[in-house]
């Protein structure tokens, strides 16, 4: 397995036997905010999904069909939503899309930016403020007579479930944003473990261990002798990003380079991973509003 490895790279040809190999790191571009709308849990009425492949990237959008004379975009909160009418042709949409992707990723972006400053403004360390959750806001109450408590489905949250962290009302922010850190924590650990289990069956992979890191500039690193470790801050994405991250770590247990069979593999695991590793490649764990 090591020689297989040490072969994939040259340069670590000095490497001394039983240092453990790591893959390469899933790549970061910090700063810009993320763009690319993902696709929603729950689609507006009348729509559908649709992804269609630009240059760098893969736009997802809403499509309506609707008894209108032209094909019209419209960009909105929740992303792009395309309205054609009943007689266009998915080609047709999709070259409408291409062609006007310029226009379209540059209000994507505009809205983007609107959205991050609320959420910045909206994470606050106080009872009654915001912190992302599995992709959606909950928010912080204090009840300094019980342990921590959360009133609503942790494992399929809705936006504004409450977290009820056992502290007085006069908690200053660092204790609220330390207990709240906890439960991420803690949360993150049993959600991403699902994740894997579910990967590495998937993979008929098996490993000798995983945890929690929170590496700065790293969602997920994966050795030679078979350990992963899961930055425990990708609990505050929707779901799809860090099934992009665990399925991306449990390929490489099989593939420890980047190559055409790493993203097989990959694509084998998560079908239609590149919508996800397109957003999560605009967040930086760095750029997070959190601890
Ligand atoms: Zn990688």
Redesign the pocket.
Known sequence: MTGRQLDLFPADAGVQPGVPLR????PLIPAPPAILPLRPDALPAGTRWREVALDAQTLGFLLRRSRRKSIGLVIRDDGLLVQAPAWSTLPQIDQVVRDKAGWILRKLEERAERLQLLALQATQWRAGGAIPYLGVRIELALDGTRAVRYAGDADAPRPGDILSLPLPEDADADRIRDSAGAWLQQRARIDFGRRLDRFLAAAGQSLEGWGLSSATGRWGS?TSDRRIRLNWRLIHFQPPLIDYVVA??VA?LRVMN?GPA?WRELERLQPGFKAARDTLAQHSPDSLPLI
């Open positions: 893959a390469p790191e899933i994966c991306h770590e490489h980047h790493f």
